[in-house]
């Protein structure tokens, strides 16, 4: 029927749109396909980086001055 149709449809777009724009790809360095596709993945790599660096960082601070 016609609405069943037009509710697979929405679902399947649904599905695309998260598939596409959502979820992370592991073999993409987790980032999303559009990331990639638009050539965002490597400013967002590299600002991921920058912020697990920086957590490093703090992390050994904190624990060097309560081992102190």
Do not use: P
């Not at 649904?14 to 790809?25: G, V």
């Not at 912020?51 to 703090?58: D, G, K, R, V």
């Amino acid at each position: 029927t016609i609405t069943c149709q037009v509710i697979w449809k929405k679902q399947i777009g649904q599905f695309l749109d998260h598939y596409n724009n959502r979820r992370y790809h592991e073999s993409l360095n987790n980032v999303t396909l559009a990331d990639a596709y638009l050539g965002r993945n490597t400013a967002i790599i590299e600002k991921r980086k920058k912020f697990n660096e920086l957590t490093i960082q703090t992390r050994r601070f904190n624990h060097q001055r309560q081992a102190a």
